[in-house]
């Protein structure tokens, strides 16, 4: 579904992230893991088009995205959550869901009654602006607003972070569901549980570049990797 090929890029003259390579399997969740500051971030806002790359190309469904605009990255559907969710707090719920349908296809299929089932929280807050919502509800407005656009693939950027345990949960089951649905989602995530009871496939990151892949078993089974890439 998605491929990163030799990637560069970084800010300004400050190069983040060095010749990644990175594939995406459709219908998969992939989780892109490793200690804050290596680059993962960085490498979800090059796929989005927020950053220019340097070196490198990004290919959806096998047609090159890298070079296009944040929001033609969007229409082919690429749909990014980042990790400061970015909702419109002017807005209401309503007015932030309607507004991303916009980038849906014909027979898209999510509205915001869908939206609003596969997210209970938010039925009583549709007139709600959305500087009125708790943290986990921002968090379900986020996801459900890039639903919204019919992605091909979602990607999210720390989507438990802050978030009491119980909406962690409820955040869990959700991705699980999206999962299940066939959803192709690249995750990049501190809590290590959450990642591995979501993630099909797991790359972790160091120093700018994949160091290690593999599936949630191995992962848990590797100690090195755990204290190499991973520990504090």
Do not use: C
């Not at 959305?130 to 968090?139: A, I, K, N, T, V």
């Not at 160091?211 to 990797?225: C, I, P, S, T, Y």
């Amino acid at each position: 579904m998605l491929e990163l090929e030799g990637l560069e890029t970084g800010y300004g003259e400050t190069r983040v992230v060095h010749g990644l390579d990175l594939t995406v399997r459709e219908g998969t969740v992939h989780a892109l893991l490793g200690r804050n500051g290596v680059g993962k971030s960085t490498t979800l806002k090059s796929v989005i088009g927020q950053l220019p790359l340097t070196a490198g190309r990004v290919t959806l469904g096998g047609q090159q995205i890298s070079g296009k605009l944040p929001y033609d990255i969007a229409r082919m559907g690429v749909a990014y959550v980042p990790e400061t969710r970015d909702i419109f707090g002017a807005l209401t719920v309503r007015e932030n869901l309607e507004l991303a349908g916009r980038l849906a296809g014909p027979g898209a299929d999510w509205s915001v009654g869908k939206v609003v089932e596969f997210f209970p929280n938010l039925a009583e807050r549709l007139n709600n602006g959305g500087h009125e919502l708790s943290g986990g509800e921002q968090q379900m407005l986020a996801v459900g607003r890039a639903l919204m656009a019919g992605p091909r693939i979602l990607m999210l950027d720390e989507p438990t972070e802050g978030l009491a345990p119980i909406i962690i949960q409820q955040i869990f089951g959700k991705l699980k569901e999206l999962k299940a649905s066939g959803l192709t989602i690249l995750l990049v995530e501190q809590n290590l549980n959450f990642a591995l009871g979501l993630a099909d496939d797991i790359s972790l990151m160091g120093r700018g570049q994949i160091v290690w892949r593999g599936d949630a078993a191995a992962l848990a089974k590797d100690d090195e990797a755990h204290t190499r890439w991973l520990g504090v």
